[in-house]
């Protein structure tokens, strides 16, 4: 099972350093985002990816150590931004 | 033709009959009222503001008055009148004047969308505009009239009022609402301030109105490009600390305290991120109000700033 952005959630964003605002125009909602965050988002806006892909893809761009806790905070991650309407589930 | 040009009969005259037409930033206000209390007000605070003509359209129609019934005889009250119909509960009539504030204030945040406002001071000075947003009891008045006793322009005490169109930040130079202790301060920081009467036991503690300089009115046309947001916290005996916010952080604090934002959709989410984008964000805690407005004055502009950053 996979995860991508939410299908026609246009979301807006502005970044500064390591912080992110997007906005929603769905939900009408800003968040505020770490660099961590911000990438899962940005990438599952390309298209769906699981949590390895995820995973690889932080570790790439941000030079974090691939280990168990990071695969833990993407899950839960993933599950924050699935309540905030940014994020859902796909078939792959 | 401005208000000290009318006698304090015409004053009366005109307020408690027709009403009288104040222009007041880009609004027109027509207010109403027979009360001793809020033409004395008006003559003393709006003394700088210019009248429009009786037959120009006024964006706002105001009255405040009593209500009528036995409560005109034991413990007299006042309501605020908006388009003929009364909004808010009924205030003892001794807080006429302030009644009428509250309600121009209301009237512009309530009802206006071509801006996106913040609940925050504003003051100017060579083209840029200082923004301190915050909600009651932070001492952004307190800020404020400092900095207008030392020379910035005000542009609001209470409502920053950005432009959706181009970011620019429009003036609605009223009188400066004055709280408790920051009355005498204010008194013994800024000796030609003119003041109005003190109005004792509102739900914010005693208040007092200082009267805009004639300039800021003068100008009240004239928007500023923003320089700063900075948010203030009044600490008692702390030493004054002047530090960067960081922009996601500062857009955050800045849109909970929006009237608007949310009306506003995207319109208000990218004139809010421009808004921190192009100024420069900080925290400021305080409790000397001479050394908080040095330190303001010595902030340069974001063009100089960014300009020494990206220097070899």
Redesign the interface.
């Known amino acids: 099972m996979g995860w991508s952005a939410l299908e026609n959630a246009t979301l ?1 964003s ?1 970044t ?2 390591d ?3 997007v ?1 929603s ?1 769905a939900s ?1 909602d ?1 968040h ?1 985002l770490g660099p961590v965050d911000a990438t899962v988002l940005d990438f599952l806006q390309k298209g769906s990816a699981t949590i390895p892909d995820l995973v690889a893809h932080i570790v790439e761009r941000l030079g974090i150590e691939e280990d168990d806790e990071l695969y833990f905070y993407v899950s839960e991650l993933l599950d924050k931004l699935e309540t905030l309407a940014l994020a859902e589930h796909t078939r792959r | 033709m401005k208000v000290s040009s009318l006698s304090q009969e015409q004053l009366r005259q005109s307020l408690s009959g027709a009403g009288l037409n104040f222009r007041i930033g880009g609004f027109v206000f027509r207010i109403r009222s027979s009360l001793a209390a809020v033409i004395d007000g008006l003559a003393l605070l709006y003394a700088d503001y210019p009248l429009a003509p009786h037959n120009e359209f006024a964006d706002f129609h105001v009255e405040v008055r009593r209500p009528h019934g036995p409560r005109r005889w034991f413990r007299p009250q006042v309501l605020f009148f908006f388009d003929g119909r009364p909004w808010f509960k009924p205030l003892p009539l001794k807080h006429a004047l302030a009644m009428l504030e509250w309600g121009l204030n209301w009237c512009v945040y309530g009802h206006v969308n071509q801006y996106l406002i913040i609940h925050g001071a504003v003051v100017e000075k060579d083209g840029y505009a200082a923004i301190f947003p915050g909600g009651p009891g932070v001492g952004k008045s307190t800020l404020c009239a400092g900095l207008v006793a030392r020379g910035w322009r005000l542009l609001s005490d209470e409502l920053v009022l950005v432009s959706t169109a181009d970011g620019r930040i429009a003036p609605l130079p009223r009188p400066v609402s004055l709280k408790n202790d920051s009355i005498e301060l204010i008194e013994r920081f800024y000796p030609d301030a003119v003041i109005g009467p003190r109005i004792a036991a509102t739900e914010k503690g005693t208040i007092a109105h200082l009267r805009p300089p004639a300039d800021s009115v003068a100008r009240a046309e004239e928007y500023a490009q923003p320089g700063w947001v900075i948010f203030p916290a009044y600490e008692s005996g702390a030493a004054t600390q002047l530090t960067t916010q960081p922009k996601g952080l500062g857009f955050m604090r800045a849109a909970r305290g929006t009237f608007n934002y949310h009306v506003l959709g995207l319109a208000g989410f990218q004139a809010l991120a421009n808004l921190i984008d192009t100024c420069r964000c900080f925290k400021l805690i305080y409790s000397d109000l001479d050394d908080a407005v040095a330190h303001i004055a010595r902030l340069e502009p974001p063009s100089v700033a960014t300009r020494k950053a990206s220097a070899p």
Do not use: P, Q
């Open positions: 807006y502005r500064w350093g912080e992110t605002l906005y125009e009408g800003t505020l």
